[in-house]
């Protein structure tokens, strides 16, 4: 079955740097992917939608600036965390979309973000 | 309001059980319905979906989807103890299972 990956699995860092999520499509290409966000006992939160080539879609809310999407390849796009603070702590998580196959989204297994 | 509700739980049953799960919305343009189950500090993992009304079975597990309720059910049949998860549902208004809606999810809990 079609397999995402995502690395780290957890990261913890000091406030005011900054952190980098790698989400890989390891079986499949992915034109679309997307990242969310969930915090304890709520809904994932999508936050954008990257597009291989193209610049991501960001939801409302979120800032651009803040949350780096590169989509630079069909099986890989990474989020970067710029200027990482305490309430950005929370679970990351990445989806890629078979648009080949079954046009289904699988989701990664998460990336725990811990800033102190 | 939320454009999907879900029930948080948790929801306890005995092993053997037939457990039901339930969403409703409020965007009459969804079209497209999920239900996804996620383990503790895990991703979710498709289990159904459908198109429009309707009911689906795949194994011990039916969706049903009633659009003029704005009302979509998951049931478990035999519920087994490794069926203990967070089970989510997840709503579309177009093809390609673009921009998901999700629930916050139902933690349910079988015993054995």
């Known amino acids: 079955g079609a397999v995402v990956s995502q690395h780290p699995s957890w990261v913890i860092c000091k406030s005011g740097t900054s952190v980098k999520i790698e989400c890989r499509s390891l079986?499949?290409?992915?034109?679309?992917m997307f990242w969310y966000r969930q915090f304890p006992k709520q809904s994932l939160m999508l936050m954008a939608t990257?597009?291989?080539?193209?610049?991501?879609?960001?939801e409302q809310g979120v800032e651009k600036d803040k949350f780096l999407i590169n989509h630079a390849s069909l099986t890989l796009s990474t989020l970067t965390v710029t200027s990482a603070h305490p309430e950005d702590s929370s679970f990351y998580i990445c989806?890629?979309?078979?648009?080949?196959?079954?046009?289904?989204?699988?989701f990664g297994p998460g990336t725990r973000l811990t800033v102190l | 309001q939320k454009e999907v509700e879900q029930d948080p739980g948790p929801l306890s049953v005995p092993e053997g059980a037939i457990v039901s799960l339930n969403c409703t919305y409020s965007?009459?343009?969804?079209?497209?319905f999920m239900w996804y189950r996620q383990y503790s500090r895990k991703g979710p993992e498709l289990l159904m979906y459908?198109?429009?009304?309707g009911n689906k079975e795949d194994g011990r597990f039916t969706a049903q989807v009633d659009k003029s309720s704005k009302y979509i059910s998951l049931f478990i049949r035999d519920s087994q103890p490794s069926d203990s998860a967070t089970y989510l549902c997840?709503?579309?208004?177009?093809?390609?299972?673009?921009?998901?809606?999700f629930g916050t999810g139902t933690r349910l809990l079988v015993s054995p």
């Open positions: 989806s890629a979309r078979d648009s080949m196959g079954s046009d289904t989204q699988y």
């Open positions: 079986d499949f290409q992915a034109t679309t």
């Open positions: 990257s597009n291989e080539g193209s610049k991501a879609t960001y």
């Open positions: 965007n009459s343009a969804f079209q497209y």
């Open positions: 459908t198109y429009s009304s």
């Open positions: 997840a709503m579309s208004t177009n093809t390609g299972f673009q921009k998901l809606v």
